[in-house]
């Protein structure tokens, strides 16, 4: 199947058609600490952490504090790509557990209304992975991971798609006209 363009956007079609929908009560937020590197940020996101690094400090574990002392919230990895630090060679510096699951720190203080930043779009937008390509043009492709079996599962339960699964961060990247080319797009090529 092609490659499907909205705007400046080109996505693989799997986005449009695979079922997608986060268990948390099956991986217990399990991507959060599982990989070789952090979640990619931009510098703009990394001033806007640092900015609310504070307001999450006591949800973050004395490791993470520890790391965030010593390198800062964010470092380049082995690919020179920005990304959040990690702790040891696993965790994101911003994990914090409750009631035995993995959640994101900055996203639980705003979702409890204590900063206006939410968290970094590469960690919103999972499954899918945003690339810059030339001429200003982005590139979005669905990653599979084995830890997300069970969302693949929900997903398909729930006859949810990726794309809107992942609506609200989607709105949040590309913007609401962005997002109302997308749903009409997929659902032209669903009836296909």
Known sequence: MPIIQVGNVLLSPDILTEMFCCDLDACHGI???EGDAGAPVTIDEVAEIENVVDSVWSDLSAAAQAVIDRQGVAYNDRDGDLVTSIVGTKDCVFTCYEGGCCLCAL?????????????????????????????????????????????VALGQKRGVRVYQFLKEPLIRRFGEEWYSQLVLTAEELIEK
């Open 31 to 33: 991507c959060c600490v």
């Open 107 to 151: 996203e639980k203080a705003y979702r409890a209304g204590h900063i206006r930043y939410c968290k970094p779009i590469s960690c919103a937008l999972y499954p899918i992975r945003e690339k810059k390509l030339a001429l200003g043009y982005v590139g979005l492709n669905y990653d599979r991971w084995d830890v997300c079996r069970d969302a």
